[in-house]
Structure formats: structure tokens, C-alpha cells
């Protein structure tokens, strides 16, 4: 079965810093990957998806993630925190096995704190 | 155009009773899948809908039930309300294709007392 991984529930960062948020998926074949936001009491924002092609994917509000083959990874990085990316980040996969679905299996999450 | 919306955005009930979510996809959309949100167990797949057929579940008990509209509406209920059905319930919208991105609303806080 397919799942996500994301190392760190809790991370935080000060204003201007680096923010990098980890993700690792376990599939048998290149999956679909996907970044989505959610800030309090709101729904779920995509950031950004790999699905073929440039492993390098820029999305919005300056993040960018990096498709690892290799490393089964997918982790999502900003050069220069900003106070309105505090926030609760969630890696997602599709669903490859399900046949013809939309189904996203999702991480646990990383709760991103920027201070100031 | 207009994002997914859902409807009511908080709803507060009673152990017991049943209660009904509807969820409006973005126009052309024919995916609607369903999730719960829950500090305790993330996010959490619920079912999909596509062309007002079921055609993925999750591993939820059968209190859980769906349909969807010929309009790609789509409405969830749950019946026989426990205390820990309270949770966020999201809604998500998808073009058929190839693993597009699902679009989600604001979702509906569903609070069991």
C-alpha cells in the first residue's frame, strides 16, 4: 500500500530563514505528488504537484519541491520565510492502485511556526 | 469560477442524531471525494463520486453514506451520531483525467455533543 511520510509534526523557523518540510512517499512506481496548505479552520490550498517530467516544481508563494527518485522524497522548501506561511503543510500522494480514482492518501502534517 | 463549496460551515448536534453535509463541486467537475479531518487521526479518505456513482470507499463504518447529484452536487450523512464523528469534513473537487489536483472548500465543522 501507499503512504507519506512527513518527518517533523512541529517545525519552526525564524522570519526570513529557510524553511524546508520533509516528505518521503513508499510506492513501487513514480507516484503523483502534491503540497496542500491549510491554514486555521480553512480547507486545503495546493501548493504545488510533481507528476511527470521536471523534477523540480515551483508553486505558489515561493515554494518549490524537488522529486527524488532515489531517495523516495519530495520535500518542500521557500528560501525566505515569511510570517503568513505559518501554517500546517500536508504531502499527498495519488492514489496508483485504485484504479480510475482521485483518492489522496495524505501525511500526518508539519505545523509550521515563523517567528518573528 | 467559483471554488468548492460547502455547506453549512459548522453544525453543532447531538449524540444520535443523523446529519447531512452538501458539498457543490467547482462547474465541470464530475470527482466529488469526501475526507474527515481529526487532530487524532489526520486526514482521512471517506468516498468518491464520479457521475453520481460511489466508485472508491474508505474504511468508515456504513453510518457513513454519500450520493451525488446529476448536477455533481453531492451530499454526505451520517446517521446515528457518536462523539467522535466530530471532525472537519472536507470536500474535494476533481476534473477526470490523469491524477489532476483535487481542489477543496473551506469545510464543514461538524461538533457531537
Known amino acids: 500500500a501507499q503512504s507519506v511520510t512527513q518527518l517533523g509534526s512541529h517545525v519552526s523557523v525564524s522570519e526570513g530563514a529557510l524553511v524546508l518540510l520533509r516528505c518521503n512517499y513508499s510506492?513501487?512506481?513514480?507516484?503523483?505528488l502534491f503540497w496542500y496548505v491549510q491554514y486555521p479552520n480553512q480547507g486545503l490550498q495546493l501548493l504545488l504537484k510533481?507528476?511527470?517530467?521536471?523534477?523540480l516544481v515551483k508553486g505558489i508563494n515561493g515554494f518549490e519541491a524537488e522529486f527524488k527518485k532515489s531517495e523516495t522524497s519530495f520535500h518542500l522548501t521557500k528560501p525566505s520565510a515569511h510570517m503568513s506561511d505559518a501554517a500546517e503543510y500536508f504531502c499527498?500522494?495519488?492514489?496508483?492502485?485504485?484504479?480510475?480514482?482521485?483518492?489522496?492518501?495524505f501525511g500526518t502534517g508539519t505545523l509550521l511556526a515563523v517567528q518573528p | 469560477k467559483a471554488g468548492v463549496t460547502q455547506t453549512p460551515r459548522y453544525l453543532i448536534k447531538t449524540r444520535g442524531q443523523q446529519v447531512t453535509l452538501s458539498c457543490s463541486p467547482i462547474?465541470?467537475?464530475?470527482?466529488v471525494s469526501w475526507y474527515q479531518q481529526t487532530p487524532g487521526q489526520g486526514l482521512q479518505f471517506l468516498f468518491e463520486?464520479?457521475?453520481?456513482?460511489?466508485?472508491n470507499k474508505g474504511n468508515f463504518p456504513g453510518r457513513f453514506s454519500g450520493r451525488q447529484f446529476s448536477n455533481s452536487r453531492s451530499e454526505m450523512n451520517v446517521s446515528t451520531l457518536e462523539l467522535g464523528d466530530s471532525a472537519l469534513y472536507l470536500c474535494?473537487?476533481?476534473?477526470?483525467?490523469?491524477?489532476?489536483?483535487?481542489?477543496f472548500g473551506q469545510g464543514t465543522r461538524l461538533t457531537v455533543v
Open positions: 510533481y507528476t511527470t517530467g521536471a523534477t
Open positions: 499527498a500522494v495519488s492514489d496508483i492502485y485504485g484504479g480510475a480514482t482521485n483518492k489522496l492518501i
Open positions: 462547474s465541470g467537475h464530475r470527482s
Open positions: 510506492s513501487s512506481v513514480p507516484p503523483y
Open positions: 463520486y464520479f457521475s453520481e456513482t460511489q466508485r
Open positions: 474535494a473537487s476533481s476534473l477526470e483525467g490523469l491524477k489532476p489536483e483535487a481542489f
